[in-house]
């Protein structure tokens, strides 16, 4: 095979979901964002996998920039911006997590260039982002009525606008000709990067909790530290996933959307040996017995 024919191959991929997925890493997990926003119903899942139609998929990358830890390798949509405003046309609509990606790198303001529907879903789309804004006291995203520059009193041109785009599709021209590996790009829309100091989503313990560790272990953000006599649980490193909550027997976790200055939460705990098994186990307060040995215990009453 040549040269040619390989670097023509590289240039084009077909969608692909990592092993850290979560319907992979657990039968239990509900996560079904990519499922639910995929526009051509490309993507399927029944318990413990994820199935991607790649006669269906059209590439959109939209399902990219959504997967809460970043499981769907490829590369999101290409975006027109000019002077920290993002100009939509009839592409994919952009997500929460590409919209506070955007925020980061500058956008402002979005040109919109549709109407009808997609309009009207755009503009839901930009009020639940310049919710969590707001209350980080940050300037929301508004949508423009004409194109600007960066002062409001000078416009762009007809000439100006065109001379931008000219020079954006040159420049997407050369990062088409890159390996596509090389474009992969979900890494950038982890939301738990988006805003130093801030957290989006609270995660509690509640009384229910028997502290077997099992969210620790599974949760892709490393919101639990358990060390020495204490649990810390670091809220804005959740990503929203919902992990810890459906693999939770016992439903003793607790998470909600809410944004709020960034603080762990440190709770005691006590180190036990079980009376019965003898095994080592971690509870909120001393026990003799570990959870396991609890239920079984229950159920020989029981019967």
């Known amino acids: 095979m040549s040269l040619f024919t390989n670097w023509l191959e590289s240039l084009s991929y077909d969608l692909e979901a990592a092993d850290h997925c979560l319907r ?7 996560c079904t964002a990519c499922i639910d926003n995929c526009p051509e119903q490309a993507i399927q899942g ?7 139609d790649h006669n269906r998929c059209n590439g959109c990358g939209r399902c990219i920039t959504l997967c809460p830890v970043q499981a769907l390798m490829g590369e999101s949509p290409r975006r ?23 925020y980061k790198r500058g956008i402002r303001s979005v040109y919109v260039k549709t109407e009808g529907e997609a309009l009207t879903e755009l503009k839901r789309i930009i009020e639940e982002v310049n919710s969590p804004l707001v209350k980080m006291g940050k300037e929301p995203i508004s949508i423009a009525s004409e194109l600007v520059m960066t002062t409001p009193e000078r416009k762009v041109s007809r000439r100006d606008f065109f001379t931008n785009v000219t020079s954006s599709s040159k420049k997407l021209a050369l990062s088409t000709a890159a390996p596509a590996k090389w474009r992969f ?33 599974l949760c892709p953000s490393n919101v639990f530290t358990l060390k020495d006599s204490q649990l810390e649980i670091h809220s804005d490193k959740c990503s929203g996933c919902m992990l810890c909550v459906d693999v939770c027997m016992d439903k003793g976790i607790l998470m909600n959307q809410e944004v709020k200055e960034a603080q762990p939460v440190i709770m005691n705990v006590e180190h036990n040996t ?10 909120r307060k001393k026990e003799e017995n570990c959870p396991i040995c609890k239920k079984r215990a229950n159920l020989n009453f029981l019967f």
């Open 274 to 283: 079980c009376k019965r098994c003898h095994s080592s186990f971690t509870s």
């Open 80 to 102: 027109q911006t000019l002077n920290g405003m993002l100009i939509f046309d009839d592409g994919p609509l952009p997500t929460i997590n590409e919209l506070f990606y955007l």
């Open 185 to 217: 790009n979900q890494e950038q829309f982890k939301v738990t990067e988006m805003f130093e100091g801030w957290s989006l989503y609270s995660v509690e313990i509640n009384s229910s909790c028997t502290l077997c560790e099992t969210c620790f272990k």
């Open 24 to 30: 992979k890493t657990s039968p239990f997990s509900s």
């Open 46 to 52: 029944e318990k413990g996998t994820l199935t991607i």
